[in-house]
């Protein structure tokens, strides 16, 4: 009896020696099916599952006056994509896409019809933000995953069932990312400092950009050859701008200014840049090339604001009377105050700003403007209301 259970206890070790052997070295590799509400997908571990209906219900439009539309009563993911399509003997459409967060499901806001059409049934919920390809194609979503939920991963996610395009994931644990018509620009950070990467739009193929000492940046692209780097902002932290060009080197355009943040314009000849100095928040606009700089009659964030895609103005939701005593940009980020804005434009030659929408005229609701976006015909504005992530259309 003893020497059965001998050889019993030898069979077992042998095989949990296996088991480890096979988890430790293979299992990182394997692919595993993630089945309908089987939970997020994981780099590594399949793709999103595709559901045969919509998780949840979307609604319909709200036309609130004859050129404000609450498109969504939410909440969506922070960020999305306007695009004109072109209609036979007709004038070009703006359509709109979006995500709805609990679902993840891609859906389409035609401006001219009003109709809301879901493209996209990939289900992928939980989806903090997302960076969309130029024609909207795609978007770049990222989310967390793990048992801490420590981990982040970014999902390339084609915008309709339909494509030809498969979706793919690059890195797990990115800090930032931006993309273009044809890349998607990277950034891995740790404590001894960031490498950024180039790849392409199609795969996850990457190639090193450069390696900076800095472990917290966040970075754009600035026009085709250039980058658009800043520090983290922090009122309490003087923080520095930067044109990055395609050898890794740095220029710096703006800094040291505490609670620095910066929006490249489309061709990366401007760079629109927020502030704070003596507790309150202040807008400049800086030439790249030169570094030379001209303040704007208004002030915010420029997280919140958008370029036209010629260069020639740009929009922000500004905050009528922030409240004093709170550290910008800071607490405006972590949620513990919110704005109460307008939507006003800033033309670049003459410097001067117009009123665009007074939001709390036109509706009962106050508005926190993030994740502005603009068509490329500069016909239709679009933005999330922050306090409750609807999603929002003005016709300009």
């Known amino acids: 009896m003893r020497r059965k259970l001998k050889i019993l206890a030898i069979i077992i070790a042998i095989i949990g020696l296996g088991v480890f052997v096979y988890l430790y070295f293979f299992a990182s590799k394997a692919t595993i099916t993630v089945t309908p509400g089987g939970g997020l997908p994981i780099a590594g571990q399949g793709v999103p599952a595709v559901t045969d209906s919509a998780t949840s219900a979307v609604g319909e439009p709200v036309p609130v006056t004859a050129r404000l539309v609450k498109v969504s009563v939410g909440p969506v993911v922070q960020g999305e994509a306007v695009t004109d399509v072109i209609v036979a003997s007709s004038s070009p459409v703006a359509v709109v896409k979006y995500i709805e967060r609990q679902s993840g499901n ?43 939920f420590s981990t982040i991963n970014t999902y390339a996610l084609p915008a309709s069932s339909d494509s030809k395009q498969s979706g793919f994931f690059l ?34 193929r990457t190639v090193s950009l450069f390696t900076s000492p800095l472990s917290a940046l966040h970075l754009s692209f ?108 800071d607490d405006w980020y972590q949620g513990a105050v919110p704005f109460n804005d307008r939507i006003w434009k800033i033309e670049v030659v003459g410097r001067y700003a117009q009123l665009v929408l007074d939001f709390s005229k036109e509706t009962d609701e106050s508005l926190d403007a993030v994740a502005l976006a603009i068509d490329p015909l500069n016909t239709m504005l679009v933005f999330v209301n922050k306090n409750d992530d609807s999603l929002w259309a003005y016709k300009l």
């Open 171 to 204: 890195s797990q644990n990115l800090s930032d990312i931006a993309v273009s018509s044809s890349s998607v620009l990277s950034l891995a950070s740790g404590v001894n400092g960031s490498a950024a990467s180039l790849g392409n739009i199609k795969d996850a």
């Open 106 to 148: 891609v859906y389409s806001y035609n401006v001219g019809t009003g109709a809301i059409t879901r493209t996209n049934n990939q289900t992928v919920p939980g989806i903090q933000s997302a960076a969309w390809l130029p024609d909207a194609s795609m978007a770049f979503v990222r989310y967390l995953s793990g048992d801490t």
């Open 222 to 329: 600035a026009g085709k050859s250039q980058y658009l780097g800043y520090t983290k902002p922090s009122a309490a932290l003087a923080g520095f701008a930067y044109i990055i060009d395609s050898t890794g080197t740095f220029s710096r355009i703006s800094g040291p200014k505490n609670g620095l943040v910066a929006l490249a314009s489309p061709s990366g000849k401007w760079a629109l840049v927020s502030y704070v100095e003596n507790g309150n928040m202040q807008l400049q606009l800086v030439e790249t090339a030169t570094g030379n700089t001209t303040a704007l009659p208004i002030a915010t964030i420029a997280d919140k604001c958008v370029w036209a895609a010629d260069d020639s103005s740009v929009y922000c939701g500004v905050p009528m009377e922030p409240p004093a005593g709170y550290a910008y940009p």
